[in-house]
């Protein structure tokens, strides 16, 4: 590990996501090297900055939720959107004159892009982008306070090969203090890469090759995690369901098994696991869905299309009907499990017909939440070269039509629930200070009473109504509930 490096004029702290409070001198009084984190895409991006974060806080960074408050500014990137790099450049553009402007006053700022922009930019990021100091990506961040050190010796370092060494290793575990900071549920990356090679998605080249983490670090981190006070933990992988390893019990183990064997740690009450491809959804962890109230009763789970020639030509290996019997299994385990998904549309050559097939499956299935994209080319991937692009009116088209029956179904899903009794993990404050949020077992935001209880505790709640962005609920009785398992009452 690096030390403290003579341009960032500072000492002691911590790294957090944008957002978190800045703490700008240390317990001695003497100015702190700070850190504005800006993060972009998905959970598992999210989990890649507190890691990155308590490797930062090791060497004596804090948290500043400013880019003009920061001697170090970390943009942690995803390659997922339109443009995405362009956007990142533009970003860059602006931290340029801010640096140039710095210079001028005889300061500093360093600047380091993460994520799967950079993987994808690599070392054309630091020609295009003379202001960025260090690039690295999704496999090497470990290796950021190095390369921050090299950086501040005037080396610019690109780190994007995929290394042969596990990161997971090499980072410090996150002290008690920082998981207390970053509240009572958690992400836990089990999983990473993709070998499934759909031909839109740039996943594969980006993240790397599909590696499941060994259960023994999984069960330690989330033992740390209980023991911190965390009571939900969600569990992270591309192809989450995909994850496998050798078992306590010499067995082999899904992801089945191991939400079993994480259920039992004590403080944990809630799992979840996010994202699942169908090909992977396992009996085992079907089951895992009927026997275990710690399971919570939400599953994500992409289905990209509903036409059969579509799927095939996005390379997902299976068809509509096998997902749509699929998704009638999993509802007979947990009848009341709210299903969301993930549709692009306009993929090259989607006829109406095609897109009339997807609007079919989205009825049949009736989801309570979904993510909707217009199909956009990724360099690199099969989909970028295939015939047929849609043209972007008939996309835009489409999109909309989607998402206004998305959003239906959302609303009816939230209007069924109204009546139900469940149990809330509760989360933070409200906007009020009279109020409370809560998050349902279906994954929706539900706003009490703060009376009801303090954070962290779970009650049991009646779903009162719904509202533009959640629920309201009020407490029923005045014990709380142990499991985070759902009952009704109607
Ligand atoms: N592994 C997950 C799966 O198999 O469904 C998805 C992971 S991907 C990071 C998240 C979502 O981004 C995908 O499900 C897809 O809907 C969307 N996506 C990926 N590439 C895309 C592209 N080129 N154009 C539009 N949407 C895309
Ligand atoms: Fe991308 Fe998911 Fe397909 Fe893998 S399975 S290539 S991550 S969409």
Known sequence: MTQATPTLKTQAGELADAGTAAKPTTDAGTAAKKVFVKTYGCQMNVYDSERMGDALSRDGYQPVDSVEAADLVLINTCHIREKAAEKVYSQLGRLAQLKKKRNSEGGDL?????????????????????????????????????????????????????????????????????????????????????????????????????????????????????????????????????????????????????????????????????????????????????????????LHLPVQSGSDRILKAMNRRHTAAEYIRLVERIRAARPDIALSGDFIVGFPGETDEDFEDTMRLIREVSYAAAFSFKYSIRPGTPGAGMDGQVDEAVKSERLTRLQALINEQTRDFGRQCVGKIANLLLEKPGRNTDQIVGRSPWLQPVIVDAKTGKIGDIVRVRIKQTGSNGLFAEPVGTESANQGATSFDS
């Not at 009450?269 to 009927?290: C, E, K, Q, V």
């Open 110 to 298: 360093m600047v380091a892009v993460a994520g799967c922009v950079a993987q994808a930019e690599g070392e054309e990021m630091v020609r295009r982008a003379p202001v960025v100091d260090v690039v690295i990506g999704p496999q090497t961040y470990h290796r950021l306070p190095g390369a921050l050190a090299k950086a501040c010796n005037g080396e610019r370092v690109v780190e994007t090969e995929f290394p042969t060494e596990d990161k997971f290793d090499r980072l410090p575990d996150a002290t008690a203090g920082r998981i207390r900071t970053r509240g009572v549920t958690a992400f836990l990356t089990v999983q990473e890469g993709c070998d499934k090679f759909c031909t839109f998605c740039v996943v594969p080249y980006t993240r790397g090759a599909e590696v499941s983490r060994p259960v023994e670090r999984i069960m330690s981190e989330a033992e740390r995690l209980a023991a911190a006070g965390v009571r939900e933990i969600t569990l992270l992988g591309q192809n989450v369901n995909a994850w496998h390893g050798q078992g306590s019990d010499g067995r082999e183990w899904g992801l089945g098994e191991l939400v079993h064997r994480i259920a039992a740690i004590e403080g944990i009450d809630r799992i979840r696991y996010t994202t699942s491809h169908p090909r992977d959804m396992d009996d085992a962890l079907i089951n895992a869905h009927r026997d275990l109230p710690e399971l919570m009763p939400y």
